[in-house]
């Protein structure tokens, strides 16, 4: 069994910061890769930042920059640093991670249930 929880979602003035967090736990055996995914009202679910494990990190192109993608190792947790945040950034963002479990030994991806983050004045 593997959990993947998001926190850190909430609602923001634009211009304002926001931190997210997610903890991968549970059946783990090692992370290929975590990263951050949002999903608009109307819209189809887009990566924002991903980071690999060993370290390079991809962003989508509008948002570097602005945003920041790190990582604990150590604890299995994705960050992600918003600044400047703007009305359009408003989604329910998303933590993947693909990982391979003890028992299968098969690299999947899982996903948390997601996080609003609300940009509004």
């Known amino acids: 069994q593997v959990q993947v929880v998001e926190s850190g979602g909430g609602l923001v003035q634009p211009g304002e910061s926001l931190r997210l967090s997610c903890v991968a736990s549970?059946?783990?055996?090692?992370?290929?890769?975590m990263g951050w995914y949002r999903q608009a009202p109307g819209k189809q679910r887009s990566v924002v930042a991903r980071?690999?494990?060993?370290?390079?990190?991809y962003y989508a192109d509008s948002l570097e920059g602005r945003f920041t993608i790190s990582r604990d190792a150590a604890k299995n947790m994705v960050f992600l640093q918003m600044n400047s945040l703007q009305t359009e950034d408003t989604a329910v963002y998303y933590c993947?991670?693909?990982?391979?479990?003890?028992?299968?030994?098969?690299?999947?991806?899982?996903w948390g249930e997601g996080t609003q983050v609300t940009v509004s004045s």
């Open positions: 980071i690999t494990n060993d370290g390079a990190t």
């Open positions: 993947n991670a693909n990982l391979w479990t003890v028992d299968l030994r098969v690299s999947r991806n899982f």
């Open positions: 549970g059946n783990i055996g090692g992370i290929n890769a």
